[in-house]
């Protein structure tokens, strides 16, 4: 939970912050590999966990927290940003 800032490579090669990758991104990515398997078998869903943190998040910011900006980066701003966009995804499934 909010981590210093980290600049990592994701899928295709984008670059994205560290924490949000793995608190959003990678259930996301892991999400979208298992649906059609989840839709195809009867009984099966998707529990979705968000910290608390999420209900301080003012604002779904879907730009500026997926890129790489470490100068208007805020580890608990990013935080909340993540625990979010869970929420988001979820009501989109």
């Known amino acids: ?3 210093p800032f980290k600049a990592v490579a994701v899928a295709g090669g ?5 924490q949000f ?3 959003h991104l990678d259930h996301f990515a892991l999400t979208g590999l298992l649906k059609k398997l ?3 078998t009867p009984g099966s869903r998707v ?3 968000s910290s608390s943190a999420s209900d301080f998040c003012k ?3 879907l730009n500026g927290y997926a890129g790489v900006n470490k100068e ?5 701003d990013t935080y909340q940003q ?3 966009q869970h929420v988001g995804h979820l009501l989109l499934l």
């Open 1 to 3: 939970m909010a981590t």
């Open 14 to 18: 984008a670059m994205s912050e560290e």
């Open 21 to 23: 990758a793995v608190n």
């Open 38 to 40: 989840l839709e195809s």
């Open 47 to 49: 529990v979705n966990r």
């Open 59 to 61: 604002v779904l910011d």
């Open 72 to 76: 208007a980066f805020s580890m608990l």
């Open 82 to 84: 993540g625990g979010i």
